[in-house]
């Protein structure tokens, strides 16, 4: 028999949305979230803490997470409304984000969208239906409303762009290193433990015959390798030393991992500690009633050396810089833990001072969505 504790755990960390007013107030919290997020990246960029290729592909996966949510909107508009009407089941404890299991559903029915639209109404039919329906019978047309949500959702999924459980990896060419090509390889995945997105990106040295992207034999491999290390369960340092040893010619320099996320807020997600005691002294107004955590794990090689591999022969390895206090212990050169929030918040956070908050890089979010970074 299943543990209880476990049992209530789960049944607790996961909450169905049922509410019209409720659910539409999670979207639109996180449609500011998102847009928040891309301009703290432009802040970290404009320190010179992303190089201008790397901002832009960290918005590239911050417009596909907003693409993400927007279609799930659609998906959901009529919760709460219509008789058997679908609910969007989220994280509220470690995360505050929708479960995995939402965007897995959205991918598969992503891969059968057209399939879908082409058995439905079009936008303009159903809206004249509407109002027939509306005009003869004195009816709300509840079932033709759901129908309407349902094609703007695939259509929203047709036009892809969105986040997916599996985005996978893409290089763009840095420049040349020596005889060396250096790439920015990077991809993304949906933690299915975390319920958090999650981008990676590596520097990687390359000095095989063909360009890496362009290689039939090696980029396949690669691809299929670096997915399947991407668990936040594992160290920087465990995916960086497989990847070295697993690909001769591929030299990495630098993988970092952006977790984004969790969100917090009173209203929506269960927190403990002091983060708790901020969001309820701060008493923020709906949209003003959150924070979310953005954690950046960096790891950097800092030399390179030939160590012995098998009896007769050698190999090019990199040796890892870790952080001398917690590097053994996290696996990486360092982690820096950011956090965006409202100005009511923040200046809660500032005035409890707890120690847990203090280390934190703060962003806030000033009049007109500005972002003020916190000294």
């Known amino acids: 028999m299943a543990d209880p504790t476990i049992k209530d755990q789960l049944v607790n960390d996961h909450a169905e949305l049922y509410d019209p007013a409720i659910l539409r107030r999670y979207f639109a919290k996180f449609d500011r979230i998102t847009q928040h997020l891309a301009r703290v990246a432009g802040e970290v960029e404009a320190e010179g803490r992303l190089t201008r290729t790397e901002a832009r592909i960290l918005g590239r996966y911050l417009s596909a997470l907003s693409a993400t949510f927007t279609a799930l909107s659609w998906k959901y508009l009529m919760t709460g409304r219509a008789e058997g009407t679908p609910r969007l089941t989220f994280d509220r404890h470690e995360s505050g984000f929708p479960v995995a299991q939402e965007l897995m559903l959205m991918a598969i029915d992503a891969a059968q969208a057209e399939k879908h639209l ?119 340092l465990t995916i960086a030393q497989g990847f070295d040893k697993d690909f001769e010619a591929l030299h990495p320099k630098r993988l970092r991992r952006l977790t984004l996320g969790p969100m917090h807020s009173k209203d929506f997600t269960l927190q403990s500690g002091p983060i708790s005691t901020v969001l309820a002294k701060a008493d923020a107004p709906d949209g003003e009633d959150w924070a979310l955590v953005w954690t950046v794990e960096d790891l950097i090689s800092d030399r390179e050396e030939d160590v012995k591999d098998g009896w007769f022969s050698t190999a090019n390895r990199q040796i890892w810089k870790l952080d001398p206090l917690t590097g053994a212990d996290t696996g990486t050169t360092r982690t820096e833990r950011m956090v965006i929030l409202p100005e009511r918040p923040y200046q809660a956070m500032a005035d409890l001072n707890a120690p847990g908050l203090r280390d934190l890089r703060k962003f806030v979010v000033g009049a007109g969505g500005r972002i003020i970074p916190a000294v």
Do not use: C
């Open 118 to 236: 082409a058995g439905m109404a079009s936008e303009a039919e159903l809206k004249d239906r509407m109002v027939r329906q509306i005009v003869r019978d004195l009816t709300v047309p509840r079932a033709l409303q759901f129908a309407l949500s349902q094609r703007l959702y695939y259509e929203a999924l047709l036009a892809g762009g969105l986040f997916l459980p599996r985005n996978d990896p893409d290089a763009q060419w840095i420049g040349d290193v020596g005889p060396r090509r250096h790439f920015l390889v990077h991809w993304a995945v949906y933690d299915t433990q975390a319920n958090l997105p999650v981008v990676y990106l590596l520097d990687v040295q390359d000095s095989g015959k063909k360009p890496l992207p362009n290689d039939d034999r090696r980029w396949p491999l690669v691809s299929q390798g670096i997915m399947a290390q991407s668990l936040t369960g594992l160290k920087l």
